[in-house]
């Protein structure tokens, strides 16, 4: 039995290892926008920021990370509702979003028109100038 146990911890270590080795992929090169993101974010009425509430360490690192980066960004903003959600107990709210678009690193940080279309994502840590530069 102990080696039974032994092995699974193994697998569990590995698998948040290989979870940490994807977060530090930066998915897109900062200030890279295409002109469709130009064009889109003139409509962003609100960020849906998808994270995980139970996560290893470093997941929640770079949750709250990209969470202090959406917040930064928005300082002083009213012009854009931002929402909060938890994919992994709330997977109804988070399915409008995902359907349309899906993320392979958390957090996955929409950007939604008033129509509830997404017009653009990011996804993974975030720093606040890639997020000002969707809302441009």
Do not use: N
């Not at 530090?24 to 890279?32: L, M, N, S």
């Not at 969470?67 to 988070?94: C, F, K, M, N």
């Not at 349309?100 to 017009?119: L, N």
């Amino acid at each position: 039995m102990s080696v039974r146990l032994a092995r699974l911890a193994c697998l569990v270590w590995l698998f948040c290892l290989s979870a940490c080795a994807l977060r530090r992929a930066d998915p897109a090169p900062a200030g890279a926008t295409s002109s469709k993101t130009a064009q889109a974010s003139t409509r962003v009425a609100k960020i849906a920021f998808i994270d995980q509430e139970h996560g290893c360490p470093c997941t929640r690192g770079r949750v709250e990370g990209s969470w202090s980066a959406v917040q930064t960004a928005l300082a002083g903003r009213t012009d854009v509702q931002v929402e909060r959600i938890h994919s992994d107990t709330q997977p109804a709210l988070a399915s409008p979003y995902t359907t349309q678009r899906s993320f392979s690193t958390t957090p996955g940080i929409y950007f939604v028109d008033g129509k509830a279309a997404v017009v653009e994502m990011l996804q993974g840590e975030v720093r606040p100038d890639q997020i000002t530069a969707v809302l441009k």
